[in-house]
């Protein structure tokens, strides 16, 4: 894979964007763009701190060396971010067409609400297939922190009201803290909700 420069993950970042505001991507290709996009700047990170060593070794400082990885990684965790939130918002966006959809017999009285125009939410998607055992309570509890990470985020400036139990790497929820990670926490904690929804996936 070719490095991915600065100024292309700016415009990978805005390409997001878009297709994200005119409804263009499902959450498994938003999320393959973002593991380009991961993997490219690892390798430029990589190439950087090898140059900052040679640097260094060369010049005896590291007051230089240190704004481009300090750049780099903000970017980087900042496309992470967006990536997790967006990915969730697919998600529910899809999962909603997918309910218009099924035939299972658990999902009619949302379906019905649905076709009453009445608000629905993925979460009652997700609740409705624990009651019908088609989803596992560890994989609700999943669904249930990853939702409320998404929805502090966005509504809360990450504060959480509650403790979550519940931890994916080393994203840990705890009441009146704010959700701090590093990039692989948003990393992981967007993969998982992508390996749930291709299980959603086989019930609908």
Not at 59 to 85: C, H, W, Y
Not at 143 to 154: E, F, G, M, T
Request: charged share 30%; hydrophobic share 35%; glycine share 4%.
């Amino acid at each position: 894979m070719p490095i991915i420069t600065v100024p292309e993950i700016a415009k990978t970042y805005h390409d997001l964007n878009d297709r994200l505001q005119k409804n263009e991507l499902g959450p498994e290709e938003l999320f393959a763009k973002i593991q380009h996009v991961v993997l490219g700047i690892s390798r430029m990170l990589n190439l950087i701190n090898l140059g900052h060593r040679v640097s260094t070794s060369a010049s005896n400082t590291t007051e230089n060396a240190q704004e481009p990885d300090k750049l780099t990684m903000d970017i980087m965790l900042r496309v992470m971010r967006m990536g997790f939130i967006e990915t969730i918002s697919r998600i529910e966006f899809y999962s909603k067409k997918r309910l218009k959809e099924s035939k299972q017999s658990f999902f009619k009285e949302l379906q019905k609400k649905q076709n009453q125009g009445k608000r629905i939410y993925f979460s009652n998607i997700i609740e409705d297939a624990v009651d019908a055992d088609k989803i596992s309570k560890e994989d609700k509890n999943f669904w249930d922190y990853i939702l409320h990470i998404r929805n502090c985020l966005v509504h809360n400036g990450g504060i959480s009201d509650k403790d979550f139990e519940t931890r994916i790497g080393e994203l840990e929820v705890k009441k009146d803290k704010k959700i701090e990670g590093v990039i692989m926490d948003f990393y992981r904690v967007t993969e998982k909700p992508i390996e749930l929804y291709s299980q959603l996936l086989k019930i609908f």
